[in-house]
């Protein structure tokens, strides 16, 4: 599973904008920047500072989705975080906390993925 600075990294190279381009544009501080792209410094994000970058990266509907749902999971302290399983599964209740319909294969795949936690746990 991508993580936040891997996804917001590569739509960027993918803009070909430089890292301060793309700070300067979003304004954000390049050196504190370049930490989180690196994967040296999780940080949570503000929904400000994603809708900046999302306008930045000029990123569709479903890349500001995952943009949003990668941003929350990098926000968990590592200690906290579920299994690998689970956490594939995060963008799935995400999206349906947020009001959209996941299709019957993602619910599915939830479900199993959660009472399986449980039986393990």
């Known amino acids: 599973m991508k993580h936040f600075n891997q996804f917001v990294l590569e739509k960027r ?3 070909e904008l ?4 793309f700070c300067k544009l979003a304004a954000l501080d390049a050196s504190n920047w370049s930490k ?4 040296l410094v999780r940080q949570g ?6 809708d900046r970058i999302s306008k930045v990266l000029d990123l569709d509907q ?3 989705e995952t943009l949003k749902d990668l941003a929350m999971i ?5 200690g906290l975080l579920p299994e690998a399983k689970i956490v594939a599964s995060l963008p ?3 999206r349906t ?3 959209e319909k996941p299709t019957e294969d993602e619910l599915k795949q939830l479900f199993q993925t959660i009472q399986k936690a449980n039986q393990e746990g």
């Open 45 to 50: 994000q503000s929904t400000e500072i994603l």
């Open 74 to 78: 990098d926000s968990i302290p590592v």
């Open 13 to 15: 190279l993918e803009r």
């Open 36 to 39: 989180v792209e690196r994967g």
């Open 62 to 64: 479903t890349d500001r």
């Open 18 to 21: 430089s890292l301060r381009q």
């Open 97 to 99: 906390v947020r009001g």
């Open 92 to 94: 799935i209740f995400f």
